[in-house]
């Protein structure tokens, strides 16, 4: 439980605030999946199990609640207190959800001048093909960590 101690601190260094989403967000997911919680972030809550239930789905469902109780107090913990209040009534996914819709223009801005930058740059002659490799590589990764805006269920 130490490792996880220490990562929650990138939780405390890194309070959300209105212009560092995409960050807090790739913070958050780490500390969670370092406490094996991170799939509340993307599986929503399930409905309660039937009274009839078995005790193999009634634990599950349990596991999940607390799960995602955990997520959610971390969250809230790193939030400036005006993103707190309007936020502590929900899951875990669903402040995720809500978050990536306020966010999501932050989000499309970095998506599109990594694009740009990727589609743009061009290997200099005389420069090293190993760097430009690395350079070109460097931005794929960056457009595969920016999250897809959230998507609407009907």
């Not at 991170?38 to 005790?55: K, Q, R």
């Not at 469902?61 to 995602?68: A, G, I, Q």
């Not at 400036?80 to 959800?97: C, G, R, Y």
């Amino acid at each position: 439980m130490t490792s996880s101690v220490n990562l929650r601190s990138l939780m405390d260094s890194n309070k959300l605030t209105e212009p560092n989403f995409l960050d807090w967000l790739r913070n958050l997911r780490i500390v969670l999946r370092s406490e094996e919680l991170g799939y509340v972030l993307d599986v929503p809550l399930p409905d309660p199990p039937a009274a009839d239930a078995s005790d193999e789905d009634q634990k599950v469902y349990r596991k999940h609640l607390k799960d995602s109780d955990m997520a959610t107090c971390i969250m809230l913990a790193s939030m400036s207190p005006e993103l707190q209040k309007q936020h502590e009534s929900m899951d875990a996914h669903t402040i995720v959800f809500h978050l990536r819709e306020l966010f999501d223009e932050q989000a499309r801005s970095e998506r599109f001048e990594t694009s740009r930058l990727l589609f743009t740059t061009k290997m200099t002659p005389g420069s090293s093909a190993v760097q430009y490799a690395l350079k070109m590589n460097g931005y794929i990764e960056r457009l595969c960590n920016i999250p897809p805006p959230p998507r609407r269920v009907k």
